[in-house]
């Protein structure tokens, strides 16, 4: 992984600043948990009176450790420097606090301005904390998903919050976790996704002319046979946006009614014809 630029850095920066006021704002005065190391820090933090931005950084410190002896400098690089950003934001933001009357609406704050957060230092390729190390060591070295990690590590610190905080507080950290996450991952991938459609038509030619005329779009053909017939054909993939999906449907039925049509969701497309993207 290279090393961060400058803006990468204000990014990541920023990101974790993000982070820090979703929690101190909006989690901790409301008396709501959340998954992750944060989740971890704050059942500590609730039990001993000690800082959170001092427990958040003692937490991630022998993970850190371990991914930097077993993966290597370069790898664990940027979960160093987001972490201890993150840390100090934490720090800095301990003031900030947003108490509610209610809490779903704190809920839903936290986790939105904290998902806000992490999406701005995915976008540059940053990560808050050590969970990250612990999922591509296990990864690497044991064949466990990142998904697999991800999930059973917030069900064990959603499964401490309750027994720790109690039940109602633990649906509220689903809550935060849940939304947060998404936030988060639209942020990375965009929100205006784009359908791929993979085309199997006797009239490609035909098809692929209206696509690249009344769509300005590009195109490629795939090989292809068919596993009863075995003929060869021509496949169809392009990716058009969401608002040309309906018209790209019936455009390929007025060429070929026999035509098969595969529609898929694209998270995020790069090249002429779609936005670049930027950090």
Do not use: C
């Amino acid at each position: 992984m290279s090393r961060l630029s400058g803006k990468e850095l204000l990014w990541i920066a920023g990101g974790a600043l993000v982070m820090a006021i979703g929690t101190n704002g909006f989690v901790l005065p409301n008396g709501l948990g959340q998954g992750g190391f944060a989740g971890l820090s704050i059942i500590a933090h609730r039990l001993t009176g000690i800082p959170l931005a001092a427990i958040y950084g003692a937490v991630n410190v022998p993970i850190l450790t371990f991914g930097y002896l077993r993966l290597g400098r370069r790898f664990t690089e940027r979960a160093v420097i987001g972490a201890a950003l993150f840390t100090l934001a934490l720090h800095v933001t301990r003031q900030v606090q947003f108490p509610m009357d209610d809490l779903l609406l704190a809920t839903l704050y936290g986790g939105v301005v904290g998902g806000l957060g992490w999406g701005l230092m995915l976008r540059a390729g940053g990560t808050s904390g050590g969970m990250d190390i612990l999922a591509w060591y296990l990864k690497r070295h044991h064949g466990i998903s990142l998904t697999a990690t991800y999930t059973v590590a917030d069900a064990i610190i959603l499964s401490a919050v309750a027994l720790t905080l109690g039940t109602s507080t633990a649906f509220y950290a689903l809550i935060i976790t849940f939304v947060g996450g998404r936030v988060g991952e639209y942020l990375q991938e965009g929100i205006a996704r784009a359908k791929a459609a993979i085309i199997i038509s006797d009239r490609p030619e035909a098809i692929a002319r209206v696509i690249m005329d009344d769509f300005s779009r590009g195109l490629t053909y795939l090989s292809g046979s068919g596993g009863y017939t075995s003929v060869e054909r021509r496949v169809i993939l392009v990716v058009v946006s969401i608002r040309e999906l309906a018209r790209l449907k019936v455009a390929i039925q007025d060429v070929d009614p026999r035509a098969f049509v595969i529609v898929t969701d694209v998270t995020e497309v790069m090249g002429e014809g779609f936005e670049r993207r930027s950090l």
